[in-house]
């Protein structure tokens, strides 16, 4: 098993560009969810889902849009980069709500 | 109160010390309890979960005390490779989709 991948790992965007992030897991997990982490800081949440067709905002939402077509995959949407946006990005999974989570290897984004 | 709080640290202790940290968490109705340990820039991955009794795992000892609601992390005869960020994870009650993280712990053993 994989576990939880996530592509790409590194990402330059120029402001205003948009992108996808893509999470997959293959351990058959309801509970996807979607982090991004900042320097000397914690994780905080910015989407989750679940189900396959589910999904909920978390802590910090804005500027990020999310689907989950399939149960296996949870696409993170940046429609238009900004600076602010430039953090280090960790997909999760879990089998439910109590369960420990999975975590993806993350993607560097820098935006300029 | 923050939800899920640890002392951000750093520890500093020489190889092949003890060391233990705390989390403590405000809701009574938390479920499940895990230590997950981070690598600078890696991902964040699972060390062990806490159960009711106490667990071991080698080196490592998870205690959870429902009555003060806090856990706990004992390292013994710490080692270069122990130096991470060590992360406090809440869950629960079964109804709350979202997990609880404490900021971390940070662990820096010298030689």
């Known amino acids: 098993n994989a576990g939880v991948t996530q592509t790409p790992k590194f990402r330059v965007l120029k402001t205003g560009q948009s992108m996808t992030l893509l999470c997959a897991q293959d351990m058959n997990h309801e509970y996807m969810y979607w982090y991004r982490q900042d320097p000397g800081m914690g994780l905080r949440l910015i989407h989750y889902s679940v189900g396959e067709g589910t999904t909920a905002k978390g802590e910090v939402p804005d500027g990020y849009n999310v689907s989950r077509l399939k149960k296996q995959n949870f696409l993170l949407g940046l429609e238009s980069a900004a600076p602010s946006q430039t953090s280090v990005y960790f997909c999760?999974?879990?089998?439910?709500?109590?369960?420990?989570?999975?975590f993806g290897p993350g993607t560097r984004l820098t935006v300029l | 109160r923050k939800e899920v709080e640890q002392d951000p640290g750093p520890f500093n202790v020489p190889e092949g010390a003890t060391v233990a940290f705390n989390c403590t968490y405000s809701?009574?109705?938390?479920?499940?309890f895990f230590w997950y340990r981070q690598d600078c820039r890696k991902e964040p991955k699972l060390l062990m979960s806490v159960y009711s009794s106490g667990n071991e795992d080698g080196r490592f000892t998870a205690q959870l005390n429902r009555a003060s609601q806090y856990i706990s992390l004992l390292i013994r005869d710490s080692k270069l490779s122990d130096s991470a960020t060590y992360l406090c994870v809440v869950r629960g009650p079964g109804g709350s989709y979202i997990p609880t993280f404490g900021r971390g712990t940070s662990l820096i053993v010298h030689p």
């Open positions: 999760a999974s879990s089998y439910s709500t109590i369960n420990e989570q999975f």
């Open positions: 809701n009574s109705a938390s479920q499940s």
